[in-house]
């Protein structure tokens, strides 16, 4: 990606909107850490620390997730759904996650416990984004069954493990970038980073091994232009 100059500054900031998004960017886009982020910058002859860096993410990377969000077309209405451990200074919380049935996340939460209380406001959550889904995959914990059934009576629910491999496989990029963040700090900033990093991953990680070359390109200059749209909308 290259690093134009040709939108407006943002008010109060140092750099160009453009830097900003880049290393918003390059951050979600890769297993990369700030620090990573910020030698990325520093070879192309952009100086900041990695602390400017980590304010940038924090700040505007909800504004992209919240742009992908509005734009993304009306999801798949068979949904996946899973929880996954998570450890945040020693203590245990779930990690709630949705997925369509084309892969794409719906929406992430996390939660401390692991109960139908907890998969109630998840699915609230969701359905409120979304309306009621056609059918609703789970493994065979029983916490799902009251809420599928009273928040979504229409809704065909199938509680079998073996059908919720490809969410399985979704919580693999969390599980990376956990390992290179050294763990989540806390349950805010967890919430905030997989948020948006899921979102941002959902535009810029098509399913190559379903596209041909020229496909995938398209979709990538897809990709950049929407980013680039995005970029316009920023705010400070």
């Known amino acids: 990606m290259k690093i134009p100059r040709s939108f407006a500054r943002l008010k109060g900031f140092r750099f160009p909107r453009e830097v900003i998004a880049y290393a918003v ?24 620390s ?18 992908i ?20 200074c020693g203590v245990q919380y779930w990690l709630w996650r949705a997925i369509d049935a ?18 109630r406001r998840f699915f609230r959550k969701l359905i409120k984004q979304y309306g009621e889904p056609r059918v609703v995959v789970t493994d065979k914990l029983r916490s799902y069954t009251k809420p599928v059934k009273s928040l ?13 491999n490809s969410i399985e496989n979704s919580h693999r990029p969390t599980r990376m970038r956990e390992k290179i963040m050294g763990r989540f ?15 941002i991953n959902i535009i810029f990680r098509p399913r190559r091994y379903k596209l041909s070359s020229h496909s995938y390109r398209h979709a990538r200059s897809d990709a950049f232009a929407l980013w680039d749209d995005y970029t316009v909308e920023m705010t400070a």
């Open 25 to 48: 960017w390059a951050y979600y886009r890769f297993s990369m850490s700030t620090a990573d982020v910020e030698d990325l910058l520093a070879e192309r002859g952009i100086v900041v």
């Open 50 to 67: 990695r602390e400017t860096v980590r304010l940038w993410v924090n700040r505007f990377g909800s504004h992209f997730a919240d742009c």
């Open 69 to 88: 969000r509005k734009d993304r077309p009306k999801p798949n209405n068979k949904w996946h759904l899973d929880e996954v451990v998570i450890t945040i």
């Open 102 to 119: 084309n892969g794409d996340v719906l929406d992430i939460l996390v939660q401390q416990r692991r109960n139908a209380k907890a998969a």
């Open 152 to 164: 979504a009576p229409e809704a065909d629910h199938r509680a079998h493990k073996g059908l919720n």
């Open 185 to 199: 700090k806390s349950l805010r900033q967890a919430q905030r980073f997989l948020s948006a990093h899921d979102q």
